[in-house]
């Protein structure tokens, strides 16, 4: 695959980039062990001013940096501007807490084990590799470089092809902001480097943030090395609006949540389950909704949707609808690609979906919502739960007992209630059965890539 920027919104390259060769791949990572040598002695405070550093900067060139993202990547401009913003506040996050989170926990009775003292402590593992998606561009590095440099691991960033412009600007960020050489780097490489990085001894650890057939790639590769691996990986969240809800609420916001970023968020709700009671009126201002956001230029700050990032990622998702009409889905708006440069695709609702349709289990990436009538409660819960995805929800209910119930049932990382699903970095993010493993953010985030160290002494 080429490196390079492609401007979905004209289908134009603007920018390519030569892959980073072999020799270059492996300087980089001596630079990241290097980094790894001295930054481990550092101390928090240090890495604080750091990671203060380059939250500043991230705030002082938002609007420069917010126009890359687009002309890479295709969200609205409002909306990458937000992301850098977001991302700022991540890095200030770990500045504050990363001590706290990573400090020493003593046994309260260490007699219990025959010592005078016992306790744990965590240290940073080394090099850790992130294997990075387009869809937000700096958040999704940042959400992994904060806490991995915090506690004094070094990164390396295989960004996504299409976001390389992203990915130079990211690997310039910290050494501005006063990190040793080679703290965190980017490397200019395809998919298909990246088993050769894994198989690395230098590198200890890898995360990445991507579809499921590459989170299974990425893990068999650093399994058969035994390396540690944080997989986020797809979602198709389910939206239940129950009766009690407040049902002006539940549309915007379900419009929001469908719709933002392009409907391009691994966390973006996908499927629309309501309940029989309200499920008409629902469907009426939902599509209603949906119909009347504007589709254009990202950078026009009158555009609600830009863009697919990907002219493959727009196949995709036609030929999903495609399916699930064929299959006797009901086209309530949209349903194709306006006639127009680039790679849009016109916000769409589907209703009355077969179990048979691929849409029903895969993910659909872009602007399409799927809705579900379901005949009560358990019939929402079912219908919730039958995808192999379990990344996050959102449940709309002013009943308590009801809000018990589907935070207990639902198979998922994270439940919702009266909101659509955010990541924050106060919260664990992460997914349960093919959504992946392991977490970012909060102090879970920051522990992942920490070797948990007993100390005893008698």
Known sequence: MAIATVNPTTGTTEREFEPHTAAEVDRRIGLAQDAFDALRTTSFVHRA?????AADLLDAEAAATARTIVIEMGKPLAQAEAEIHKSAKGLRFYADHAEGFLADEPLDDPAAVGASRAWTRYEPLGVVLAVMPWNFPVWQALRFAAPALAAGNTGLLKHASNVPQTALYLDDLFRRAGFPQGAFQALLIGSDAVEAVIDDPRVKAVTLTGSEPAGRAVAAAAGARIKKTVLEL????????LPSADLDAAVDTAVTARTINNGQSCIAAKRFIVHTDVYDEFARRFTDAVAALTVGDPLDPA????????????????????DAVAKGAEVLTGGGAPDRAGWFYTPTVLAGLGDDARIVQEEAFGPVAALYRAEDADDAARIANQTAFGLSSSVWTTDPDEEARFVRTLDAGAVFVNGMTVSFPELPFGGVKHSGYGRELAAAGIREFTNLKTVWRG
């Open 234 to 241: 797809g979602g198709s969240d389910p939206f239940i609006v």
């Open 49 to 53: 001013q750091w990671l203060r550093a």
């Open 303 to 322: 555009t609600d949707v830009g863009p697919l990032a990907t002219e493959s990622g727009r196949s995709d998702l036609a030929e999903l609808v495609d």
